[in-house]
């Protein structure tokens, strides 16, 4: 699993939260989170400062789609609109080295805004400690199953 290089926490981003940029149809964002969105270089960062600057300590119960518990909660059309633009601005801002080629083709940025629900929706679940726990209790479970080579 990939080790983000930053991730804001969300009393991190509820404790700096005080002030908020709006980012378009209606949504708001915890201006640190908005700060970090510019500076961090890797997918799941990028995702994770922007579920929690706009969600906080929500963010773990959204997801994509028809919640399939009550407890869960649904993005809203203009969270995944607002974050789609944001996002392909985010990406089309990668360069490679020192030239003007940008990192990512169109057809490779449109790919990836067609899945970004989705993402954010796996994003949310890993935020969620609790299945973290669990998963690293099941996989010490099924090396202590596994028989044992010599």
Request: hydrophobic share 25%; proline share 4%; net charge positive.
């Amino acid at each position: 699993m990939h080790q983000p290089s930053f991730t804001p926490t969300s009393s991190s981003v509820a404790s700096k939260s005080e002030e908020k940029v709006h980012l378009g149809e209606g949504i708001m964002c915890s201006k640190y989170a908005h700060q970090v969105l510019s500076t961090v270089k890797e997918h799941s960062d990028w995702a994770v400062a922007l579920l929690t600057g706009v969600y906080g300590d929500k963010a773990r119960n959204m997801r994509y789609g028809k919640p399939r518990s009550p407890d869960l909660k649904s993005f809203s059309h203009s969270f995944v609109n607002v974050a789609k633009y944001h996002y392909r601005k985010w990406l089309q801002s990668f360069t490679m080295g020192n030239t003007k080629d940008r990192k990512y083709s169109s057809a490779q940025v449109e790919d990836l805004l067609y899945r970004l629900s989705t993402y954010f929706s796996k994003r949310c679940i890993d935020m969620n400690e609790s299945r973290l726990k669990k998963s690293d209790t099941s996989s010490e479970q099924s090396q202590q199953r596994q028989p044992d080579p010599n």
